[in-house]
């Protein structure tokens, strides 16, 4: 079976809001719940908070909206993949 991934397409720092900002694709599915993502490249832990509303844009388009830590900006670029754990660490 493959692993979801996540395609960054856009970043947004809002000051307002507690992350950034990233609109990506989601293939194949789509997230259930809050999803523990990494670097397709790094490995590195993604540090999701939340999966935003949809706008009536990412209705249109079927992109999905997440709210990531600011201390993970370097991974959040356009055109990053980030992959789902398929066994998240609990804690």
Same mark, same amino acid.
């Given at each position: 079976? %493959?692993? %979801?991934?996540?395609?960054? %397409? $856009? =970043? ?5 809001? &507690?992350?950034?900002?990233? =609109?990506?694709?989601? &293939? ?6 809050? @999803? ?5 490249? %790094?490995?590195?832990? !993604?540090?999701?908070? +939340? =999966?935003?509303?949809?706008? @009536? ?5 079927? $992109?999905? !909206?997440?709210? =990531? ?14 992959? !789902?754990? &398929?066994? @998240? +660490?609990?804690?």
């Amino acid at each position: 079976m %493959t692993a %979801t991934q996540f395609r960054v %397409t $856009e =970043v947004f720092d809002v000051p307002a809001r &507690a992350g950034l900002v990233v =609109v990506g694709d989601t &293939a194949p599915g789509q997230f259930v719940g809050v @999803p523990a993502l990494h670097d397709d490249v %790094t490995g590195h832990p !993604i540090g999701v908070l +939340a =999966v935003d509303h949809p706008t @009536p844009r990412t209705r249109r388009t079927g $992109e999905t !909206i997440l709210l =990531v830590n600011r201390g993970d900006a370097a991974f959040a670029v356009a055109g990053r993949l980030w992959t !789902i754990d &398929a066994s @998240p +660490a609990t804690g």
